[in-house]
């Protein structure tokens, strides 16, 4: 098992240009989460996908912001219209989630986002 | 809505110094509670946890022990390395098949000097 992977590590964009990030959970983890982490902040939570259903979404997550889960694997997280206070490192962890209390999330090493 | 707060930093000690970070926590119910780590250049890792009141968590000579009555989740290690200069962070956790993201603590730097 090699973790939680992110592509790509790094990402420069322009403002007004749609970015794309993957995550890759560990295989057989059923849960999926996103996060964003700002310098000199601890991350934020923004949604996670159980399976393939995305249940829950934060308020940080602004309608240009969508993620996808589309067969419960990997996942994508799509910003439009990027803004400069979008800049940020984007966070994917997963878990297998098999009872009531809360599962160890697993973090992958993030996409640092640059929007200029 | 739940939060957590830890001491700022950067933590400045010396090799083989006893560490305390402070993290104190407001949720509501039972949550569970987490330390992670942050070497420089890599991602998260988890440190140990709790997942109830009075349980202690620990790994790599690190401690925390879950207080309810005080709300904290201090962690404690009693001869600190260089090797254990990283960004700590404290989180919890609600568990319970509901909202299921974790809350973070906005990190605490250690510096530990030869």
């Known amino acids: 098992d090699t973790g939680v992977s992110q592509n790509p590590r790094h990402k420069i964009t322009k403002r007004g240009q749609n970015v794309t990030f993957r995550c890759d959970p560990i295989?057989?983890?059923?849960?999926l989460y996103w996060y964003r982490q700002t310098l000199g902040q601890g991350p934020e939570f923004l949604t996670y996908f159980q399976n393939e259903a995305q249940l829950e979404k934060s308020r940080l997550l602004s309608d240009r912001f969508s993620a996808e889960r589309p067969k419960g694997s990997f996942s994508t997280l799509e910003i439009q219209r990027t803004e400069q206070g979008d800049s940020a490192m984007y966070l994917c962890?997963?878990?297998?989630?098999?009872?009531?209390?809360?599962?160890?999330?697993?973090f992958g090493p993030g996409t640092r986002l640059t929007v200029l | 809505g739940d939060s957590v707060t830890q001491m700022e930093g950067p933590v400045t000690l010396s090799e083989e110094a006893f560490l305390t970070i402070n993290c104190t926590y407001t949720?509501?119910?039972?949550?569970?509670l987490f330390w992670y780590v942050q070497y420089p250049g890599e991602g998260l890792q988890l440190l140990l946890k709790a997942t109830k009141a009075d349980d202690k968590g620990s790994n790599k000579g690190f401690e925390a022990t879950y207080r309810k009555e005080t709300t904290s989740f201090h962690l404690e290690k009693g001869s600190v390395q260089v090797s254990d200069s990283a960004v700590y962070f404290c989180a919890l956790g609600k568990g319970g098949g509901g909202a299921d993201g974790l809350t973070f603590g906005k990190g605490t730097h250690l510096i530990i000097q030869p």
């Open positions: 962890a997963s878990s297998s989630w098999t009872s009531p209390v809360a599962d160890t999330q697993y």
């Open positions: 295989s057989e983890h059923n849960r």
């Open positions: 949720a509501t119910g039972y949550p569970s």
